[in-house]
């Protein structure tokens, strides 16, 4: 049986590392970086989502999981800090609910007739 670990310790990105813990029965993997905080500036510890591992994942889908971990943080990290009129408006940490309240409200081309 493949060990994760070792398969992941030879994953390399930035001065990044890879964390993998485990929940419950469940191992998974997470990115974790230094990164300036989009609200303070201050240079601090990130954490990427939790990505779950399958006990019968192959190597090159934990290598493929740790890349795509990879493009999904750094994607975080840029819809924090883009702004429009001084507002975060790709902020990935606005609440769902507030989301729901506005999504009708399109801007969209007129189409010609």
């Not at 990115?31 to 006990?55: D, I, M, N």
């Not at 800090?81 to 609910?97: A, C, E, L, S």
Request: with cysteine; net charge positive.
């Amino acid at each position: 049986m493949m060990n994760p670990r070792r398969v992941l310790a030879a994953v390399k990105y930035k001065d990044w590392r890879i964390h993998i813990g485990v929940d419950g029965d469940r191992l998974y993997m997470q990115w974790k970086f230094q990164a300036q905080c989009s609200k303070t500036g201050e240079v601090c510890g990130q954490l990427s989502r939790k990505w779950y591992l399958s006990k019968h994942m192959t190597r090159s889908e934990l290598v493929g999981t740790a890349f795509k971990a990879a493009l999904t943080a750094e994607e975080h990290e840029c819809r924090e800090h883009f702004t429009y009129i001084g507002k975060r408006i790709f902020n990935p940490h606005i609440d769902v609910i507030e989301l729901a309240t506005i999504c009708d409200q399109e801007d969209v081309r007129d189409l010609p007739a």
